[in-house]
C-alpha cells in the first residue's frame, strides 16, 4: 500500500518569503499527485495535481510543485506568500495500476503566515 | 454545480445516542467517499462507494458505524451508539472516474459536519 510523509508539521513565514513543503510517497508505479489545501474551519479544497507530463505542475493562487520521479517527491512551492495562504496543506497519492480510486493522504502541514 | 453538500453542518450529541451524517455527491459522480478529520490522527478514509456499492469499507473504526448509500444522489454514515471518541469532523468527497482527462480521479469535497459527542 502507498504512504505519504510531510515532513514539516508546522512551518511559520513571514509575508513575502518562499515556501516549500516538502512530501514524499512510497510507491513504485504510477502515481497521480495532489496537493489540497484547508483554509481554517473549511473543507479541503484541490490547489494542484499531476497524472503526467511536465512534471512541474502550477495550480491556483500562484503554487506550483514539482514532481520528480527518481525522488518519489511531490514539493509544494510558492515564490512569496502571502497571510491569506495561512491554511493546513496536504498532499495526496492515488496510486492508479493498483486499481484503486483512493487517496492516501499525508498528515498536513500547518503554514502560518505572519503579516 | 453546488458542489458536495453535507447535512448537518454540525451536531452535538450526547453519548449512546444514533448520530446520522448525510452526504450528496457532485452530480454525475460514480464514486463516494467519507473520511474522517482530528487532530491526532489526521484525514482517514473510513469507506468509498463506487456506483453506490461499498468497495472497501476496511477504515470504518468498528461495528457502531455504518454507511450506506441507497442511490447516486445520496448517502449516509451512522454511528450508533455513538461515543466521545468519535467526535471529530466528517468529511465526504466524490469523483468521476470517466472524466475528461486532468480530472480523473480528483476528489472534491464537501464542507464537513463537525461532530461532538458529549
Known amino acids: 500500500a502507498q504512504s505519504v510523509s510531510q515532513h514539516n508539521h508546522h512551518v511559520i513565514l513571514s509575508e513575502a518569503a518562499s515556501l516549500e513543503l516538502g512530501c514524499n510517497y512510497s510507491y513504485g508505479g504510477t502515481v497521480n499527485l495532489f496537493w489540497y489545501v484547508q483554509y481554517p474551519g473549511q473543507h479541503l479544497q484541490l490547489l494542484l495535481k499531476?497524472?503526467?507530463?511536465?512534471?512541474l505542475v502550477k495550480g491556483i493562487k500562484g503554487f506550483e510543485a514539482e514532481f520528480i520521479k527518481s525522488k518519489f517527491s511531490f514539493n509544494l512551492r510558492k515564490p512569496s506568500v502571502q497571510w491569506s495562504d495561512t491554511a493546513e496543506y496536504f498532499c495526496a497519492v492515488n496510486a492508479p495500476g493498483a486499481g484503486s480510486y483512493q487517496l492516501t493522504f499525508g498528515k498536513g502541514t500547518k503554514l502560518s503566515v505572519i503579516p | 454545480d453546488a458542489g458536495v453538500i453535507q447535512s448537518p453542518r454540525h451536531e452535538v450529541t450526547e453519548m449512546g445516542q444514533e448520530v446520522t451524517l448525510r452526504c450528496k455527491p457532485i452530480?454525475?459522480?460514480?464514486?463516494l467517499f467519507w473520511y474522517r478529520q482530528t487532530m491526532m490522527r489526521g484525514l482517514e478514509l473510513l469507506i468509498y462507494f463506487n456506483n453506490n456499492v461499498p468497495i472497501d469499507d476496511s477504515g470504518m473504526p468498528e461495528d457502531r458505524f455504518s454507511a450506506k448509500m441507497p442511490n447516486a444522489s445520496f448517502s449516509t454514515l451512522k454511528i450508533q451508539p455513538s461515543e466521545p471518541r468519535d467526535s471529530a469532523v466528517y468529511f465526504c468527497a466524490s469523483s468521476q472516474a470517466r472524466a475528461q482527462a486532468g480530472d480523473f480521479r480528483t476528489q472534491y469535497f464537501g464542507p464537513g459536519t463537525r461532530l461532538l459527542v458529549l
Open positions: 452530480s454525475g459522480h460514480d464514486y
Open positions: 499531476y497524472f503526467s507530463g511536465d512534471p
